[in-house]
């Protein structure tokens, strides 16, 4: 089946840093998602990205859709504590709502 | 609007047993998905409800069911529980014609001893 291929498993970074990260795929999809995950929650979207080359911006956090549609980029800027967490792209295999997940990157932000 | 609610939060089964996890989805959504979540990994896909009947099936034995209500919410089910059973395990919803963006509960943290 598909798979999406996150690393590495762990981050740490310094308040303020900027961090990227990136989802790589044998397979093509044609929606990325980006959702991040805090201890004891669900997992919350952050960002989707629907057309291959698409740059898109959520406040602090930009993804991009690569153009050959097989990797996704996440880029979070000036890095603050409540990013802490663990970061998944997302894509969906079949019926909208059968996501397949990557991984997942633990992030740390060190004050 | 009340996001996705889940219940119990947090629940203990022993092997063998049957356990019942409920879910209700976000107002105006009328599809539901539940996925599984073991430590350190992502979140599998288990299926997927829409017009309460079980639409997609990820690769769970039929161990696991399901079951959609009229008015949207589902419950999941796990019959004859294994240890390897115990997992988050979260309901998500969406309107059927979305495009994936999935809206997540808090999770049904399951432990089989």
């Known amino acids: 089946g598909q798979q999406l291929n996150q690393s590495p498993q762990s981050m740490f970074i310094q308040e303020g840093e900027d961090v990227s990260m990136n989802c790589t795929s044998s397979s093509i999809f044609n929606t990325w998602l980006w959702y991040k995950q805090d201890p004891g929650e669900g997992p919350v979207l952050l960002i989707a990205?629907?057309?291959?080359?698409e740059l898109t911006s959520n406040g602090r956090l930009t993804a991009q859709f690569g153009i050959t549609r097989k990797d996704s980029f996440l880029n979070i800027s000036a890095s603050i504590p409540s990013d802490v967490g663990i970061y998944f792209c997302a894509g969906p295999t079949g019926a909208n709502s059968k996501l397949t997940f990557g991984k997942g990157i633990t992030l740390s932000v060190r004050p | 609007d009340a996001g996705v609610t889940q219940s119990p939060t947090h629940l203990i089964k022993t092997r063998g047993q049957q356990v019942t996890l409920r879910c209700s989805p976000k107002?105006?959504?009328?599809?539901v998905s539940w996925y599984q979540q073991a430590l350190g990994q992502g979140p599998q896909f288990i299926f997927q409800y829409y017009e309460e009947e079980e639409r997609q099936r990820g690769n769970f034995p039929d161990r696991f069911s399901g079951h959609q209500f009229p008015n949207y919410s589902s419950e999941l089910n796990v019959n004859a529980l294994l240890l390897g059973d115990s997992a988050l395990y979260l309901c998500?919803?969406?309107?059927?014609?979305?495009?994936?963006?999935?809206?997540f509960g808090e999770g049904s943290r399951l432990t089989v001893l």
């Open positions: 107002s105006g959504h009328d599809t």
């Open positions: 990205l629907y057309k291959a080359g």
């Open positions: 998500a919803s969406s309107p059927f014609s979305g495009y994936g963006e999935l809206f």
